[in-house]
């Protein structure tokens, strides 16, 4: 089983790949899915010149196949201008249009403000349901204020419980440990954290 993470998030460090970090880890604690990170920052200009000459780069190809072929994705963006970047749309916009139909998806997004949290429900989730995906019910969004804060872990354990539920079905609800030679890289939140306020 393949669980995708695409991250827009475009400092390093960056705020949308811890989020996206810790849907992947407490998704793959309750399942065995393999877990593979698709940055659309090291993309940016592929991409670009997807839309220019209709050819994708080698790199944007085995994120494109890498997106198709997976079992279920975890999808986060920055919030600018009230909705998704213009990176994570374009990404989308160069994928095969069949390529999601019913393929469950966990959509997340990060801001400096709660005031665009509901850019989970005007953007994201219209966008994932026109091309025809499966969107967890949880939407997971993180404001600034949000790290280190009380509630921010429980809306990524139950949206990860509900991606779990539909990659292996209603047992996945409870974390379990992961086969040897399985383990996925992250980053120790605190670290990550850490690294966030040193960067302003």
Same mark, same amino acid.
């Given at each position: 089983?393949? &669980?995708?993470?695409?991250?827009?998030?475009?400092?390093?460090?960056?705020?949308?790949?811890?989020?996206?970090?810790?849907?992947?880890?407490?998704?793959?604690?309750?399942?065995?899915?393999?877990?593979?990170?698709?940055?659309?920052?090291?993309? /940016?200009?592929?991409?670009?010149?997807? *839309?220019?000459?209709? *050819?994708?780069?080698?790199?944007?190809?085995?994120?494109?196949?890498?997106?198709?072929?997976?079992?279920?994705?975890?999808?986060?963006?920055?919030? *600018?201008?009230?909705?998704?970047?213009?990176? *994570?749309?374009?990404?989308?916009?160069?994928?095969?249009?069949?390529?999601?139909?019913?393929?469950?998806?966990?959509? #997340?997004?990060?801001?400096?403000?709660?005031?665009?949290?509901?850019?989970?429900?005007?953007?994201?989730?219209?966008?994932?349901?026109? &091309?025809?995906?499966?969107?967890?019910?949880?939407?997971?969004?993180?404001?600034?204020?949000?790290?280190?804060?009380?509630?921010?872990?429980?809306?990524?354990?139950?949206?990860?419980?509900?991606? /779990?539920? &539909? &990659?292996?079905?209603? #047992? #996945?609800?409870?974390?379990?440990?992961?086969?040897?030679?399985?383990?996925?890289?992250?980053?120790?939140?605190?670290?990550?954290?850490?690294?966030?306020?040193?960067?302003?």
């Amino acid at each position: 089983m393949r &669980l995708v993470v695409v991250s827009a998030g475009l400092s390093v460090p960056s705020s949308t790949r811890l989020l996206a970090d810790r849907l992947a880890a407490a998704t793959a604690g309750r399942t065995s899915a393999e877990v593979e990170v698709v940055e659309l920052r090291d993309l /940016a200009v592929e991409i670009a010149h997807h *839309f220019t000459n209709g *050819f994708p780069g080698r790199r944007l190809a085995a994120a494109l196949d890498a997106v198709t072929g997976a079992d279920g994705l975890i999808v986060v963006t920055p919030v *600018f201008s009230a909705s998704y970047s213009g990176l *994570f749309k374009s990404f989308f916009d160069v994928l095969d249009k069949d390529a999601l139909t019913g393929k469950p998806v966990l959509i #997340a997004a990060t801001g400096g403000t709660a005031r665009h949290s509901l850019v989970l429900e005007h953007a994201l989730r219209p966008l994932f349901a026109h &091309l025809r995906a499966v969107v967890v019910p949880t939407g997971v969004y993180a404001a600034s204020e949000d790290w280190g804060a009380e509630g921010l872990d429980s809306r990524i354990e139950r949206a990860a419980g509900e991606l /779990a539920q &539909l &990659l292996t079905g209603p #047992a #996945a609800g409870v974390p379990k440990a992961r086969p040897a030679g399985q383990d996925i890289t992250v980053v120790p939140f605190e670290e990550q954290l850490a690294a966030l306020r040193r960067a302003g």
